[in-house]
């Protein structure tokens, strides 16, 4: 049975208590999710409490600005042992975040000391590293001290860090690193993440692949995989968005994935209503019940290397010290590890990627990373115009998709002056909150 989870946040903790409650009720096999604000994320809790104090509005939970009752309060009766509650933050530096955690008994967050780092922050990696050990310090002494106390659960972001561009060996190696990160600092409950991109045959290759290492490399451990619905630009027509996250339920049922975190149909326009959360998580889980029930036929996940190259680089990283955190920063000071178009002062930024005809990342340009690059994608540049072709072509694929099936079960325009455009309008009318 796939489980699936919403990225919902809101700040105040009523609203917060009556989205996880919907999501709770939801008709499918849900756990709740308390997404925190960006002042949080930020470390500026003051100017999350002036935001409160003014009454504007958040675009997520500030945890540390209210009263530890208060969220416990919001918590009771709808967190339980059938329904877990997991803190999602985008911190570099979360340890304000975590030392609230036990007392409020929650004990499932994700993140990591690379993939909350690079992407979010100019933070030293060095800096974020230390940071993210206290964290799992903190985690592991709260369960240590109490027989009561829950096994903490944390979940690594590492394979879903600038997902839309880079290419899928980094994803998983770096996602298998911070779960290794995690077990060397006492963490025994964690799960792996991946994030959807361009082309489903390469993403059931690195799912596969993902798999494959966790289960050689995290042994004694209990873990699971979890795939994110697209996190790039995502489809404007209603059509497009629904075929995309269709897509993914499927994926996740393919590839063995134990959770999917999901996205709804307004991405494009502004921040989803709960009732959009609830209809996503229902669609995403009736989705996937019927393709758990089609026949396997045709499913065979083709080996293009993407095993092979997260292996190397795992390898090579794990080379360079035995504290893989101390390694990690090392890696990415030798440019062993190397994001794509990621502009953090730690990372070399000399590698480069793109996308062929069908979706599929290659790289371009692998810097000092100890992999070689792919023929299809060996020695040629993208310039910006082409940059933001590869960042739209999910959108434009799935919308162009969406259109076409509309166009099937519809009579043929035979009015004067221009045809209609191919994408649909966003409807302005709907409910919900304005884009932050």
Not at 86 to 93: C, E, I, N, W
Not at 420 to 432: E, H, T, Y
Request: with cysteine.
């Amino acid at each position: 049975m796939l489980v699936v989870q919403p990225r919902m946040g809101m700040g105040d903790p009523a609203r917060m208590r009556k989205g996880l409650l919907a999501t709770r009720s939801a008709a499918a096999t849900t756990v709740g999710t308390i997404t925190l604000d960006s002042y949080t994320r930020l470390g500026e809790t003051g100017a999350a409490r002036r935001a409160l104090t003014a009454g504007e509005e958040l675009n997520g939970y500030p945890i540390t600005v209210h009263p530890p009752g208060t969220t416990r309060g919001m918590l009771a009766g709808v967190m339980d042992d059938g329904f877990p509650v997991q803190v999602r933050h985008g911190s570099a530096l979360p340890e304000a975040i975590f030392a609230l955690l036990p007392a409020l008994g929650l004990h499932a967050s994700e993140g990591g000391p690379v993939s909350y780092c690079l992407p979010y922050s100019r933070t030293p990696l060095r800096e974020a590293v230390r940071s993210w050990r206290r964290c799992c310090e903190l985690l592991v002494a709260a369960r240590d001290g109490s027989r009561a106390a829950a096994e903490p659960h944390m979940e690594t972001f590492g394979g879903c860090m600038l997902g839309q561009l880079c290419p899928p060996g980094l994803l998983v190696a770096i996602s298998v690193l911070e779960a290794l990160f995690f077990r060397q600092a006492g963490l025994r409950c964690l799960s792996l993440s991946y994030a959807q991109q361009a082309n489903a045959g390469q993403d059931a290759e690195a799912l596969a692949a993902l798999g494959r290492l966790a289960g050689e490399l995290l042994t004694g451990t209990d873990w699971h995989i979890v795939l994110y619905a697209y996190m790039g630009v995502f489809p404007q027509s209603p059509g497009g968005a629904q075929l995309l996250l269709d897509e993914a339920a499927r994926l996740a049922v393919r590839s063995g994935a134990a959770r999917l975190v999901v996205k709804t149909t307004s991405e494009a326009h502004r921040i989803p209503t709960v009732a959009e959360n609830v209809l996503a998580l229902e669609t995403a889980a009736a989705v996937a019940d019927h393709e758990r029930r089609a026949p396997p036929g045709g499913r065979a996940t083709a080996d293009t290397g993407v095993y092979a190259e997260a292996r190397a680089l795992v390898d090579a990283v794990l080379g360079l010290s035995p504290d893989v955190g101390e390694a990690l920063v090392a890696a990415f000071a030798k440019g062993y590890l190397d994001i794509p178009y990621c502009l953090h002062p730690d990372n070399a930024g000399r590698t480069g990627s793109r996308l062929d005809a069908d979706g599929r990342l290659h790289w371009s340009s692998v810097g000092s990373m100890p992999i070689r690059p792919e023929p299809a994608g060996r020695g040629t540049s993208i310039g910006s115009a082409e940059l933001l072709d590869a960042l739209s072509y999910v959108r434009r694929t799935f919308d162009e998709r969406a259109f076409d099936l509309s166009a099937v079960s519809r009579p043929p325009f035979r009015g004067f002056g221009e045809p209609p455009s191919r994408v649909p309008l966003p409807d302005n009318q709907q409910d919900g909150a304005p884009l932050p």
